[in-house]
């Protein structure tokens, strides 16, 4: 089992920044993605970013060139997703999530989620 500590939510202005953190432990293997999923009440859930372990990253068209996602230096189990330019639209639940895979299957976990509110 892999488990997932988020961190970093909250209220913001619309224009602001925040930056959410997430933790992988457990039965975490070296070969993995990490990333966010979001969504807003009424909603499906979407990609906002997700990053191989060999550093190759995908954002949501909804948050390119406004997010960012990268991996710590030192603990490549901890991912950040540094939010720019913030709108009332990104306003949703984020959910961490890590995969790893092997030649038939694809494991994944999920964190509890963490609020983020956009105000106009």
């Known amino acids: 089992q892999v488990q997932l500590v988020e961190s970093g939510g909250g209220l913001v202005q619309a224009g602001g920044s925040l930056i959410l953190s997430c933790a992988a432990s457990g039965s975490t293997v070296s070969i993995n993605a990490m990333g966010w999923y979001r969504q807003a009440a009424g909603s499906e859930r979407e990609l906002v970013a997700h990053?191989?372990?060999?550093?190759?990253?995908?954002l949501g068209d909804a948050v390119k060139g406004r997010f960012t996602i990268s991996r710590d230096s030192v603990n490549m189990y901890m991912v950040y997703l540094q939010m720019n330019s913030l709108k009332p639209e990104d306003t949703a639940v984020y959910y961490c999530?890590?995969?790893?895979?092997?030649?038939?299957?694809?494991?994944?976990?999920w964190g509890q989620g963490t609020q983020v509110t956009v105000s106009s």
């Open positions: 990053m191989f372990s060999g550093g190759s990253a995908t």
């Open positions: 999530f890590y995969s790893d895979f092997d030649d038939a299957n694809e494991y994944d976990y």
